[in-house]
């Protein structure tokens, strides 16, 4: 069993700078690849990057690449997502996201969700 809770969300004006972070409990967390999702108001949840357990491979939808960075700290047992160069098209709720295995992109692959944190960017 893993429990992830997000935290880092707010309210930034375009073109400012977040930064999410996911805390995992559980034994575990290396064996999960990570990843963070979001959902806006009446869209599906959609994927926005993904890392291997190491941390060796990351994996970015293309209207994040070049502005958002994954990472990870196994000892910490956290992910983060560092958010530059915001944009208003990047409001939605963020999730975080693990999966025994592989990145995933698709949400029914996903084995354990965050409670998502608002992440507000105002033109």
């Known amino acids: 069993q893993v429990q992830l809770v997000e935290s880092g969300g707010g309210l930034v004006q375009a073109g400012g700078s977040l930064r999410l972070s996911c805390a995992a409990s559980g034994r575990t967390f290396e064996s999960y690849a990570m990843g963070w999702f979001r959902q806006a108001p009446g869209k599906a949840r959609e994927f926005v990057t993904g890392?291997?357990?190491?941390?060796?491979?990351?994996y970015y939808t293309d209207s994040v690449k070049g502005r958002f960075t994954i990472s990870r700290d196994n000892a910490k047992k956290t992910c983060y997502l560092q958010m530059n160069s915001l944009k208003p098209e990047d409001t939605a709720v963020y999730f975080c996201?693990?999966?025994?295995?592989?990145?995933?992109?698709?949400?029914?692959?996903?084995?354990?969700w965050g409670q998502g944190t608002q992440v507000t960017v105002s033109s």
């Open positions: 890392i291997n357990w190491s941390g060796s491979s990351t």
């Open positions: 996201a693990a999966r025994n295995g592989i990145v995933t992109v698709h949400t029914w692959e996903i084995d354990y």
